[in-house]
Nanobody, 124 residues
Framework: QVQLVESGGGLVQAGASLRLSCAAS????????PGWFRQAPGKEREFVAG????????YYAESVKGRFTISRDNAKNTVYLQMNSLTPEDTAVYYC?????????????????WGQGTQVTVSS
């Protein structure tokens, strides 16, 4: 079992930056592939960023590529999502997730554990 707790969300203006954190506890988090998803009101949860379990390769949704960066600190059992050049379209609840697959995990069903989410609101 892995427990995930997100933090770092908030209200910012367009163009600003935020860094989300996801603290993991339970089983060794380094054995899992981390990912970030988001869900806007009335929309389905969508993939944002992920990192392969081994090797650390990262991959992103087209809508955030070049603006968002996923990283992890295994010593702190923490995953981060650095978000730059935020726009109102980035407004959503952001979720951290952990999966055990070895390939690119981009579907909700690919992940086994989820955090409770943190709200990010970007004003224009």
């Amino acid at each position: 079992q892995v427990q995930l707790v997100e933090s770092g969300g908030g209200l910012v203006q367009a163009g600003a930056s935020l860094r989300l954190s996801c603290a993991a506890s339970g089983r060794t988090f380094s054995n899992y592939a981390p990912g970030w998803f988001r869900q806007a009101p009335g929309k389905e949860r969508e993939f944002v960023a992920g990192m392969r379990r081994s090797g650390g390769d990262t991959y992103y949704a087209e809508s955030v590529k070049g603006r968002f960066t996923i990283s992890r600190d295994n010593a702190k059992n923490t995953v981060y999502l650095q978000m730059n050049s935020l726009t109102p379209e980035d407004t959503a609840v952001y979720y951290c997730a952990a999966g055990f697959g070895i390939w690119k995990l981009i579907s909700v069903d690919d992940y086994d554990y989820w955090g409770q989410g943190t709200q990010v609101t970007v004003s224009s």
